[in-house]
């Protein structure tokens, strides 16, 4: 028997993921918005300056963490409505492969 996901499930998904990426970075994106754009954009809103140089500090660990355990694959950093940051997240595990010399 096949299931089919709804819109509703979907979106119920996504809120987790994105929920569960919140609880690993909990000092730093508990005080952000986060809102998805589509299914492969995080956008991250910060009220404060030091939050996103704290974001900044630890990106590679944050990029990793966004492509694990929500999959998406582009994460944008804003500050004052304006984007200060956007990378793809996929490219820090690039990175990693090709300093390990490992591949899939």
């Known amino acids: ?22 609880q ?21 809103h910060c009220p404060e300056p030091w939050i996103v140089d704290r974001l900044l500090n630890d990106l590679d660990r944050l990029l990793k963490a966004i492509w694990i355990v929500a999959g998406i694959k582009y994460v944008s950093i ?16 690039q990175r990693y492969l090709s300093q390990s010399g490992k591949g899939c």
Do not use: P
């Not at 690993?24 to 991250?44: M, N, P, Q, W, Y």
């Open 1 to 22: 028997m096949k299931t089919q996901l709804t819109t509703q499930d979907l979106s119920l998904l996504e809120g987790l993921r994105v929920k569960r990426l919140r």
């Open 78 to 93: 804003c500050y004052a409505e304006e984007e200060i940051y956007r990378a793809k997240t996929r490219s820090i595990r």
């Open 24 to 44: 690993r970075f909990t000092k730093s994106l508990g005080l952000c918005a986060l809102h998805l754009e589509g299914s492969d954009t995080l956008i991250v």
